[in-house]
């Protein structure tokens, strides 16, 4: 199975700042790679697929980049609404690994 | 609108088995792939299993494997998991998911259920 890992595990922030989320897979996965947004007691939220298409509807602020082992998740102007645990998972091949989350709180 | 909602969740003993459904609306389900991601209580996401849309293919993690079969009925818009032989470490909130898939065969999970609960202790 592919492993994921994801840093950091938590991290905190403020209101307006840009923050970056990197996720490591163990072998390379292309850009098979989705990041999702999960707040307490709700289902995640797809945000980023393929790396670093946007799903729709999702705000303009988040984006995604990366390709083989190493990608990114990248915040800019943190709003509110988005402190939450963003998790990504591969989908090169199955079983479809998840990392094990990251933690984003305000500071 | 895409719908789906989970339920069957519940207390159940070691041991024993249960079986979840999800109920999908607002979309041809027949022509989605479908999936089962699962939660343990304060911890990350686990993919379970998913289902080609015809029911032709299905894939697991390795530890349900020969325990947990997914499946789907086309004509009740519906997907199913069943569980047999559950322990504690399969205690979580499931998630049913539909699995988009495009060009390139890139899966990714653009709508989820609720969620149900599946706790298993004696």
């Known amino acids: 199975d592919i492993q994921m890992a994801q840093s950091p595990s938590s991290l905190s922030a403020s209101v307006g700042d840009r923050v970056t989320i990197t996720c490591r897979a163990s072998q390379g996965i292309s850009s098979y790679l989705n990041w999702y947004q999960q707040k307490p007691g709700k289902a995640p939220k797809l945000l980023i697929y393929?790396?670093?298409s946007l799903q729709s509807g999702v705000p303009s602020r988040f984006s995604g980049s990366g390709s083989g082992t190493d990608f990114t998740l990248t915040i800019n102007s943190l709003q509110p609404e988005d402190f939450a645990t963003y998790y990504c998972?591969?989908?090169?091949?199955?079983?479809?690994?998840f990392g094990q989350g990251t933690k984003l709180d305000i500071k | 609108e895409v719908q789906l909602v989970d339920s069957g969740g519940g207390l159940v003993q070691p041991g024993g088995s249960l079986r979840l459904s999800c109920a999908a609306s607002?979309?041809?389900?027949?022509?989605?792939?479908m999936s089962w991601v699962r939660q343990a209580p304060g911890k990350g996401l686990e993919w379970v299993a998913n289902i080609k849309h015809d029911g032709s293919e299905e894939y697991y993690v390795g530890s349900v494997k020969g325990r947990f079969t997914i499946s789907r009925d086309n004509a009740k818009n519906s997907l199913y998991l069943q569980m047999i032989s559950l322990t504690v470490e399969d205690t979580a909130v499931y998630y049913c998911?539909?699995?988009?898939?495009?060009?390139?065969?890139?899966?990714?999970?653009?709508?989820w259920g609720q969620g149900t609960l599946v706790t298993v202790s004696s």
């Open positions: 393929a790396a670093s």
């Open positions: 998911a539909r699995e988009r898939v495009l060009t390139g065969s890139y899966f990714s999970d653009d709508y």
């Open positions: 998972q591969q989908s090169y091949s199955t079983p479809f690994t």
């Open positions: 607002g979309f041809t389900f027949s022509t989605y792939w």
